[in-house]
């Protein structure tokens, strides 16, 4: 059902000649009913959420450590390994600014957290997640069984 606000009900009541004394008790009424409603229906708070990079590898070709990375974007048609050349680029562009000569970016993790999303922009690379994200290793399979005991090695866990 369409909602209306209560000011443009009055504007049509208004200009159709409703009698004042009458179109006051109604606007008051509606504005009364307005209220209410809107203290009732109160929103539970937002689920906050985390990115987590997913790294798919069958062959165990990764160390066992966990390791830590961001989440970036590309143009399709460009090759991702260009993403690094990209980020330097962007933060060339930003230590070459006011702000950039003040505090300039050192490492790739202080240009991602600190450099404003126009030199990204300006660079192609778009970056989703300014903080770095925990990165896990799966080996890609569904185990066959549901025992909840094991991981998707078949390690018993602890």
């Given at each position: 059902?369409?909602?209306?606000?209560?000011?443009?009900?009055?504007?049509?009541?208004?200009?159709n000649?409703?009698?004042?004394a009458?179109?006051?008790?109604?606007?008051?009424?509606m504005?009364?009913?307005?209220?209410?409603?809107?203290?009732?229906?109160?929103?539970?708070?937002?689920?906050?959420?985390?990115?987590?990079?997913?790294?798919?590898?069958?062959?165990?070709?990764?160390?066992k450590?966990?390791f830590?990375g961001?989440?970036?974007?590309v143009?399709?048609?460009?090759?991702?390994?260009?993403?690094?050349?990209?980020?330097?680029?962007?933060?060339y562009?930003?230590?070459?600014?006011?702000?950039?000569?003040?505090?300039?970016?050192?490492?790739i993790?202080?240009?991602?957290?600190?450099?404003?999303?126009?030199?990204?922009?300006?660079?192609?690379?778009?970056?989703?997640?300014?903080?770095?994200v925990?990165?896990?290793?799966t080996?890609?399979e569904?185990?066959?069984?549901?025992?909840?005991?094991?991981?998707?090695?078949?390690?018993?866990?602890?």
């Amino acid at each position: 059902m369409p909602k209306i606000e209560v000011n443009q009900v009055a504007e049509i009541l208004k200009r159709n000649k409703l009698d004042p004394a009458l179109l006051r008790q109604v606007v008051e009424e509606m504005n009364m009913v307005v209220d209410s409603t809107g203290q009732d229906e109160e929103k539970p708070p937002a689920l906050k959420k985390q990115f987590v990079i997913l790294i798919s590898d069958p062959e165990s070709k990764l160390p066992k450590n966990d390791f830590v990375g961001w989440v970036l974007q590309v143009p399709e048609n460009e090759s991702v390994a260009t993403t690094q050349e990209r980020i330097f680029r962007a933060a060339y562009d930003f230590n070459a600014t006011k702000k950039g000569r003040l505090l300039p970016a050192k490492t790739i993790g202080e240009a991602l957290e600190a450099i404003p999303a126009k030199h990204f922009k300006e660079a192609d690379v778009w970056v989703k997640t300014k903080t770095p994200v925990l990165m896990l290793r799966t080996d890609n399979e569904i185990p066959k069984d549901s025992d909840s005991t094991k991981n998707a090695r078949g390690h018993k866990l602890e």
